[in-house]
């Protein structure tokens, strides 16, 4: 049973008598003559390999990392704790848990010279591509974690990028706002000390209410990890070349952006606010959808694997509506949102098509309430992302049947040709 339609469902095929034996078609022959996706990792589908790390039903919508289901983890861990479980495959014990933290707290830090690289980007510069410069750029700092094969400098790089993705997410933020940057605060949790780098001025102590630094934690651990989408399988392909950890995760950094993966956060809020500002009318712009009109698409609905709502979106729509109150504001956003969504949902044509809300939906209001602006809401994808990243990237070197991924092509172009004499 390990054939894949091209949508991601499953089909029985099995490797029997019938299918590989005398007189049989043969499984790998079956399975490229066909196009379905194979076990072999760079050939055919360069998505294609076998992971332990994260389980997704999209038919039952089902998410599941390592074995624990992701709602369940999302009101009961913490990011780090999730983090932790993702890498190393088990839930730490509070000793582990401690230790982890305190080495990620304790590196948070980056070199002076940094600052000289933030301030040499125009103030319009797109956070995404700052971040991932950034991170590629660590791999200067710090040529004693380079080695994928070395399980200490694998480590320690593990730990720094860890550390330092949310210092380079503030400091994207405040180049682009012309502010100072912050030193971290080690004493502060993860989240509190990302928030305040971003929202704090050297002037005057940063508060943040307790509550709100709980839910974006929990944003991030529902970001964790997606299997083999398009930035884990871009880390996967290029640490497959034995590429550091540092230019794989940047690399994933980049896929993510794009507003077909982490970048349609962005453009479900830019989709909202136009609503908005045509008057709100949802049902003429549902009806624009169906009709594809103007080139008009309801961004945040349908994921390529869910036939089925997206159990992070169900837990997102919850969250946004607490934000909301805890922070005393109200959003027409949320409000058109959720009529986008109940007007589609009782809409033949996306019911048919099962497209539902994916994560994408409801966070973009969320981290406006909180005060990002949109363009630094895929850096916030990235930041919940980066376990995942790690972990694959970490599964996929540690696997001694990797090999460097190279997809296969089907040459369509010209036959021979000769140049006119
Ligand atoms: C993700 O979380 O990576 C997105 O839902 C995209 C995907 O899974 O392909």
Redesign the pocket.
């Known amino acids: 049973d390990f054939g894949l339609d091209h949508k991601g469902g499953r089909l029985p095929l099995e490797v029997t008598e019938a299918t590989e034996g005398p007189g049989g078609l043969g499984i790998s022959k079956l399975l490229s003559e066909t196009g379905y996706v194979t076990l072999d990792p760079g050939f055919v589908n360069t998505a294609s390999c076998a992971s332990a790390v994260t389980y997704i039903d999209g038919d039952a919508g089902i998410l599941r990392y390592r074995g624990y289901p992701i709602e369940e983890l999302a009101e009961k861990s913490s990011f780090l704790e999730v983090s932790y479980l993702l890498i190393n495959g088990e839930l730490p014990t509070p000793e582990q848990l401690s230790a982890f933290s305190e080495q990620i707290q304790g590196e948070t830090l980056l070199h002076e010279r940094f600052r000289s690289f933030f301030a040499g980007f125009p103030s319009s510069a797109h956070p995404m591509a700052v971040s991932s410069s950034a991170v590629n750029a660590l791999a200067t700092y710090h040529p004693d974690t380079l080695d994928p094969f070395d399980p200490a400098q694998v480590e320690r790089a593990t730990a720094l990028l860890m550390a330092k993705l949310p210092t380079i997410a503030a400091y994207a933020y405040k180049t682009a706002q012309g502010q100072p940057l912050l030193y971290p605060d080690s004493s502060l949790g993860y989240v509190e000390n990302f928030m305040r780098m971003t929202f704090g001025l050297p002037t005057g102590a940063y508060e943040v209410d307790p509550e709100v630094v709980k839910i974006l934690d929990m944003l991030f651990i529902l ?1 964790a990890d ?2 083999q ?4 399988s871009t880390v996967r392909m290029v640490g497959s070349s034995n590429a550091n950890l540092y230019s794989s995760v940047s690399a994933g950094i980049n896929a993510l952006w794009g507003p077909l ?2 970048g349609a956060n962005q453009a479900v809020l830019e989709m909202l606010e136009k609503i908005h500002a045509d008057g709100g009318d949802v049902a003429s712009f549902v009806n624009k959808v169906k009709n594809k009109e103007d080139g008009v698409k309801l961004m945040g609905f349908g ?3 869910y036939r089925n709502y ?1 159990p ?1 979106a169900a837990v997102v729509k919850k969250a946004t509506r607490k934000v909301l109150d805890t922070l005393g504001v109200s959003d027409p956003l949320l409000d058109l949102a959720m009529q986008l969504e109940e007007v589609a949902l009782a809409d033949d044509y996306f019911v048919q098509r099962k497209l539902y809300p ?3 939906f409801y966070t973009g209001v969320i981290y406006k309430a909180l005060g990002f602006p949109v363009n630094a809401f895929t850096v916030l994808f990235a930041i919940g ?1 980066l376990p995942g990243w790690i972990a694959q990237w970490r599964e996929m070197i540690n696997d001694p049947a990797t090999k460097i991924g190279r997809p296969r092509q089907v040459y369509v172009g010209s036959p021979e040709r000769h140049y006119p004499a």
């Open positions: 970001h997606h299997e989408n398009c930035s884990t993966h982490g994921h390529r694997v997206d992070r994916n994560v994408d992302r």
